[in-house]
């Protein structure tokens, strides 16, 4: 399926739901009750997307029962143990049979690049799952419109900024609505990691982002790197393998290697984008995406700051960080430390180099670990 630039998403139908909506672009609209299922599919008019199933913040696919209780105008699924049926008659119940799906699922089904705004309509008891599953994805929402308050203990609170309340609900704009998206390049240490996946695709579209790549040379050892532009970029992880360096066996030389390469004015000059012009530079592991569906970039970044991964090998930071990562492990001093590592445990140095790499650099730097 092709990517979704912008859409907007809105869970539960309401008769005026789409009346302020934007239809340049797409709508997803959540829906697990029958009644209105077959209006939403009578609008012809307009650029709508229906996914009938209920929200979970586990796992997609399951069936299961939602219950609404008309009274009190709230909705529940048969998992939620703060209500129950029993003891209330069951005239005053109404239950839907439907099935599960994650936000998380929807994202990556849809390749959403930016959701505008989150409509929440419905007053059901596991919205604050909800949105804590969707906290990991914050840089990609705009605007959260919900009839109850979020609560503090959500995740997702932090990267938002209430602005008012009225007879419909809450609305909240993201932290980071107004600051223009950085200009991200990001380079590979693995010569032989798979590349070419749905995840590292979304992420790039995301973001935006550059790809820092070897520029092979028909001379020997004349090999430049080269910045491949947003688009273009989503297209070139496709060619397998990518690799940026010879690897070593010794984890900080791949690391120093590779920075070399970039802040020598040899690669820039060649370069479509100009290291200039780079606001984060981020050192990525498709690894990651094993265990995980994406990662959240933080920006603006302070340039004493280093977001670390130890287990994935993930590292970011700003373009002046790096410059100044690259500085330190090249000077005296560093060298000095690494050699006398060398000699307290040669036979195990290889197997703690990473070890001592980030020891130094936690020294100086303020590390963010994720």
């Not at 020891?359 to 590390?367: G, R």
């Amino acid at each position: 399926m092709t990517s979704i630039k912008k859409c907007t998403i809105i869970y539960g139908y309401t008769d005026n739901c789409l009346d302020d909506i934007d239809q340049g672009s797409p709508v997803l609209i959540i829906e697990p009750r029958n009644e209105f299922i077959d209006k939403i599919r009578s609008l012809s008019n307009y650029n709508v997307i229906l996914i009938s199933k209920v929200l979970t913040h586990k796992k997609s696919f399951q069936e299961t029962i939602l219950y609404y209780k008309k009274e009190d105008d709230i909705y529940w699924l048969q998992d939620d143990k703060s209500l129950s049926v029993n003891g209330f008659n069951m005239f005053n119940i109404k239950k839907y049979t439907t099935y599960t799906i994650t936000l998380e699922d929807i994202i990556s089904q849809y390749k959403l690049q930016n959701i505008k705004a989150f409509i929440v309509n419905l007053n059901i008891t596991n919205i604050t799952q909800i949105l804590d599953s969707l906290s990991r994805y914050n840089h990609i929402v705009s605007n959260i419109h919900i009839k109850n308050k979020i609560q503090n203990e959500c995740k997702i609170a932090v990267y938002y900024n209430k602005h008012g309340d009225n007879n419909l609900g809450f609305k909240y704009v993201h932290k980071n609505l107004n600051v223009e998206l950085p200009c991200i390049a990001m380079y590979f240490l693995n010569a032989n990691e798979k590349l070419n996946s749905d995840e590292l695709h979304l992420l790039i579209s995301q973001y935006k982002m550059n790809i820092i790549i070897t520029n092979k040379q028909d001379t020997p050892n004349t090999d430049q790197m080269i910045i491949v532009p947003y688009p273009e970029s989503v297209q070139i992880i496709k060619q397998e393998p990518l690799a940026n360096t010879k690897l070593s066996k010794i984890f900080f030389e791949n690391i120093v290697n590779t920075l070399d390469v970039i802040f020598s004015k040899q690669s820039t000059s060649d370069s479509v984008i100009q290291i200039d012009n780079l606001d984060i530079i981020i050192q990525f592991n498709p690894k990651y995406f094993t265990n995980n569906k994406t990662l959240q970039i933080m920006y603006p970044l302070k340039d004493n700051t280093i977001y670390i991964n130890r287990l994935y090998d993930i590292m970011y930071a700003s373009k002046n960080c790096m410059y100044m990562v690259y500085q330190i492990i090249k000077s005296k001093y560093f060298t000095d430390y690494i050699d006398s590592k060398r000699q307290e445990r040669p036979g195990l140095f290889k197997i703690f180099a990473k070890r001592y790499f980030y020891d130094y650099l936690s020294n100086i730097f303020v590390f963010k670990e994720f």
